[in-house]
């Protein structure tokens, strides 16, 4: 699993509600929920990010609230990986959750800059910053985090699962 894309870049203790501001939890559909994505934080992130687009953060992203509102908002606005120093643990596990995947790695958060061009292999957990031909070693997702990932989130892991017992 590879990802690449141009990367956005925050800093520590990103919270779930700087994420996604609680006025928009009253919904959990995910294409309104990627339209206030990181607003508090950044206003015109929803309209610069692309699909594919890489998020960068510092150490604690998601720290705060336990809500999967918050990695579902950053899915649906067309990320396709996040970088961070650290991730609250609660937020990990909600974005594994939800098939969001995200990878730590200190050396190349401070390797990468706004708007640099960066691949994420998670297979071999190698980060590459193609804009400054840099390359950072982060430990990889381990096979079964893997295949959560690649059926897009932990439910529709099951529902295969269930369909090879059936």
Partial sequence: MIFKG?????YD???????????YLNTSDPNELAKHCL?????????KVQKGDI?????NFGCGSSREHAPIAIKACGVSCVVAKSFARIFYRNAINIGLPIVECEEAVDGIEAGD???????NGIIKNLTKG?????????????????AGGLIEFVKGELKKDA
């Fill in 134 to 150: 840099k390359e950072f070693k982060a430990k990889p997702f381990p096979e079964f985090m893997q295949n959560i990932m690649k």
């Fill in 117 to 123: 061009e960066v691949e994420v292999d998670l297979v």
């Fill in 13 to 23: 203790n990103i919270d779930t509600d700087v994420i996604i501001p609680a006025r």
């Fill in 55 to 59: 998020l960068v953060a510092g150490k």
């Fill in 6 to 10: 141009k990367a956005h870049k925050y």
């Fill in 39 to 47: 607003e508090d934080l950044d206003k015109e992130f929803v309209n």
